[in-house]
């Protein structure tokens, strides 16, 4: 049905206007004229316009539409009053502030979402970091066992100068093969003890009054190999005496510089430590190695290692080559006789444990591991549980261990921190290791310190997102602190909220402008399609 509105005047008052607004029709069939109503009921237009509709005829809103009907289109179709815009007004500024109670949902939403990727970043960090350890530390317990294993394949006794002297072939080439920048050493020692240890590995009141000056053994005996950086030739350091001795003294000679190789020690004269005419081979004298040399002594006996089993030690210095750096070891026991890895082999054998086969892992590495990973402005550390001592931290040009000098003697020594010193350099180190050990649960021990993750105000570094965890595999128990600033997350949501909020109430406030327009549009097409005089 099409409708065509014709306007013949343009006089300002409908009523008494002569001429006539018409509306055609396309419907053929006529019907009955409706009575207007004398009260002004829209009835009466309505069913007169109605009947026009389904005709032909002219359909003189004069004649069927009221007074106050009339009166009514012309008000609305009058400009905006006042009250109208006020009312606009009102609905306008419910739709805004509609728009900013979205906006801070939102917000919040996406603060959330932000502190729970946050977490989820730093538990990936935290895998990360076991991953990259495990890489390094599963190799060492392989070379380990595969080299206990080959000795007792190869029936090479590895109590004796000779069975030890068998294997630095397989383990000089491990130790030039692998590990890169943070390879160190391997050793064995066996029929060697100190009796200021107890069978559990624990300090007993004869420490530093036993058997200071010899190894309680005539049969002891060591042989170590020491990989030092090109194009320094590595060490080979064992004992004089090749049937062993309780004092036996250690030696000390280069690789050869061209070949690479070990030399041959028994081109010296038995009991003869230096010849110049023969080589370059120095006396370094008695080493205490139970006593001193890191931990191995006291780690088979606190584990109470069984053959075969491979663990590391405890995080100690290492300063006999450079670098200088913190270092653990990793250590298989040696029993007498030797059954390799399979303990079926030996049903009902009675077996000593004798000693122990390490393997050395520097941990300068650790470092700079640490300051590449994505922290987001973050800082990372890890603190040996049982002694409390620093390890590493994401700053690389820190170095984890004191230097110290004798004022007297001038001679540098060297030794880890304490994580909890007072005076412990690095302020990130000391805010965290406070709020861990006295302010998060309470006053504790490194020993009670438990995973977990909270939101915390270090001092004036602001609220930090903190993750403790746990680093406990191959035998070593490290904890881990990864912090993360709150304002390093929400950087980018902070920089942005404002001009979202802008955004949003821009675009309620078009919308409702847009559908008040269309409204008011779509009124008065109505209105003039209804055919108002005047209009």
């Known amino acids: 049905m099409s409708v065509q509105v014709e306007e013949a005047a343009t006089n300002t008052n409908p009523i008494v206007s002569d ?72 609905g306008l500024m419910a739709a805004l502030l509609g728009s900013v109670g979205t906006w801070q949902l939102t917000l919040l939403t996406g ?12 538990d990936n960090i935290g895998l990360q970091v076991e991953e990259s350890m495990y890489g390094k530390m599963l190799p060492l317990t392989i070379f380990l066992r595969q080299g206990y294993e080959t000795a007792y394949l190869a029936q090479y006794d590895l109590t004796t100068q000779e069975g030890q002297m068998a294997m630095v072939a397989q383990n000089t080439a491990f130790l030039e093969t692998y590990l890169g920048s943070t390879r160190c050493c391997t050793g064995m020692f066996t029929n060697m003890w100190y009796h ?45 005496y090749k049937d062993g001795n309780s004092k036996n003294p250690t030696v000390m000679e280069t690789f050869d510089p061209v070949t690479g190789r070990p030399k041959d020690p028994y081109r010296y004269p038995a009991g003869v430590a230096v010849n110049q005419s023969i080589g370059n081979r120095v006396n370094w004298g008695f080493n205490h190695w139970p006593k001193n040399d890191g931990f191995w002594y006291k780690t088979v006996r606190e584990k109470d290692l069984a053959e075969g089993d491979v663990t590391f030690s405890r995080v100690f210095m290492w300063d006999i080559n ?83 000098v ?27 290791v406070h709020w861990l050990l ?61 001009r979202t909020l802008l955004l949003g109430m821009l675009i309620v406030g078009g919308i409702k402008a847009f559908l008040e327009t269309f409204r008011a549009y779509v009124q008065t097409k109505m209105i003039k399609r209804a055919v108002i005089p005047g209009m």
């Open 19 to 90: 001429d006539i607004i018409k509306v055609e029709v396309n419907e053929l069939d006529s019907s009955p004229s409706v009575e207007k109503d004398a009260t002004g009921s829209s009835p009466g237009i309505m069913g007169s316009a109605m009947a026009a509709v389904t005709s032909e005829k002219v359909f003189d809103v004069q004649e069927h539409a009221s007074g106050a009907m009339i009166k009514a289109y012309t008000y609305w179709h009058k400009p905006w009053r006042a009250w109208y815009l006020v009312a606009q007004a009102i």
């Open 111 to 122: 603060i959330d979402s932000l502190g729970i990727l946050t977490g989820q970043l730093m």
């Open 406 to 432: 004798d004022e007297t003697t001038k001679k540098v020594s060297y030794a880890p921190y304490e994580a909890n010193a007072t005076d412990f350099p690095l302020k990130e180190v000391k805010a965290r």
């Open 196 to 240: 200021g240890v107890d069978d559990r590995g624990r300090e007993n009141d004869m420490m530093n009054k036993a058997n200071e000056d010899d190894y309680a053994d005539d049969k002891a005996q060591f042989n170590i190999l020491v990989a030092n950086p090109p194009p320094d030739p590595n060490w080979h350091i064992y004992g004089l």
């Open 322 to 404: 450079k670098p200088v750096t913190l270092k653990t070891h990793g250590i298989i026991p040696i029993f007498y006789p030797q059954c390799g890895v399979d303990k079926s082999r030996c049903p009902g054998m009675q077996q000593k444990r004798v000693g122990a086969w390490v393997v050395g892992f520097k941990l300068h590495f650790l470092s700079q591991y640490l300051s590449s990973l994505q922290l987001k402005g973050g800082f990372i550390f890890y603190v040996e549980r049982e002694t409390g001592n620093f390890i590493a931290s994401s700053d690389a040009k820190f170095d984890s261990f004191r230097t110290i």
């Open 438 to 498: 006295n302010e998060r649960e309470g006053k504790m021990t490194w020993a009670d310190v438990k995973a977990g993750a909270a939101e915390v105000e270090i001092g004036d570094e602001g609220v930090q997102f903190i993750k403790v965890t746990s680093l406990t595999q191959f035998g070593v128990d490290w904890i881990g602190v990864i912090s993360i600033p709150w304002e390093s997350v929400m950087k980018e949501l902070n920089d942005t909220k404002f």
